[in-house]
């Protein structure tokens, strides 16, 4: 069974970072891509974020050059290093399998509980 567990969700003013983490278990972590998605109140979830086991990744126009997707296969984890976090960052954040390749939200797995990320001003 497939299960995704996501956490280093917190408070933090603007400007300060952050480091989630989403463990994986029940697949064959290496060979698949993951995903970062965020979901605001009221909000779609979007994606936000992957790295494919290439190790090749893709960034939202919004995150570039402040977040950082990155995957530790030994470990069966992939981080998202949030820097320079805005107020609209605050989201619940959800890793996923991405069952298709590019810039789409399908994914292969139930969503998780996801970390709240809360960006005060």
């Known amino acids: 069974q497939v299960q995704l567990v996501e956490s280093g969700g917190g408070l933090v003013q603007a400007g300060g970072s952050l480091k989630l983490s989403c463990a994986a278990s029940?697949?064959?972590?290496?060979?698949?891509?993951i995903g970062w998605y965020r979901q605001a109140p009221g909000e779609q979830r979007e994606l936000v974020a992957y790295i494919r086991s290439t190790d090749s990744t893709r960034y939202a126009d919004f995150v570039k050059g402040r977040f950082t997707i990155s995957r530790d296969n030994a470990k069966n984890t992939v981080y998202l290093q949030m820097n320079s976090l805005k107020p609209e960052d605050t989201a619940v954040y959800y890793c996923?399998?991405?069952?298709?390749?590019?810039?789409?939200?399908?994914?292969?797995?139930?969503w998780g509980q996801g970390t709240q990320v809360t960006v005060s001003s």
């Open positions: 029940g697949i064959t972590f290496s060979v698949n891509a």
């Open positions: 996923n399998i991405k069952s298709r390749v590019g810039w789409n939200n399908d994914v292969s797995a139930s």
